[in-house]
Nanobody, 120 residues
Framework: QVQLVESGGGLAQAGGSLRLACAAS????????MGWFRQAPGKEREFVAA????????YYADSVKGRFTISRDTAKNTVYLQLNSLEPEDTAVYYC?????????????WGQGTQVTVSS
């Protein structure tokens, strides 16, 4: 099992910045991929950004490319999402996601979510 705890959400003005963090615990050695998704009211959950835990791959949704930056600290088992140039359309609950693999079985985990609200 892997547990994920997000932090860092809050209220920001348009054009402002926030930094989200997601700390993983438990069987973290099995994690190979972590990322962020978001869900706005009345909308489906959508992909935001992801990073390969061992390095070598970073991915962004087109809507956040150039504004958001994902990074990781493997020593702390933590993934970060730096949100810059925020827009009201970025308002959503942001969820951390982790994928792990053990004995050829794949697992997926979600955090509880952290609210990001951007005012115009």
């Amino acid at each position: 099992q892997v547990q994920l705890v997000e932090s860092g959400g809050g209220l920001a003005q348009a054009g402002g910045s926030l930094r989200l963090a997601c700390a993983a615990s438990g069987r973290t050695f099995s994690i190979y991929h972590m990322g962020w998704f978001r869900q706005a009211p009345g909308k489906e959950r959508e992909f935001v950004a992801a990073i390969r835990w061992s390095g070598g791959g970073i991915y962004y949704a087109d809507s956040v490319k150039g504004r958001f930056t994902i990074s990781r600290d493997t020593a702390k088992n933590t993934v970060y999402l730096q949100l810059n140039s925020l827009e009201p359309e970025d308002t959503a609950v942001y969820y951390c996601n982790a994928k792990s693999r053990e004995f050829q079985a794949e697992y997926e985990y979600w955090g509880q979510g952290t609210q990001v609200t951007v005012s115009s």
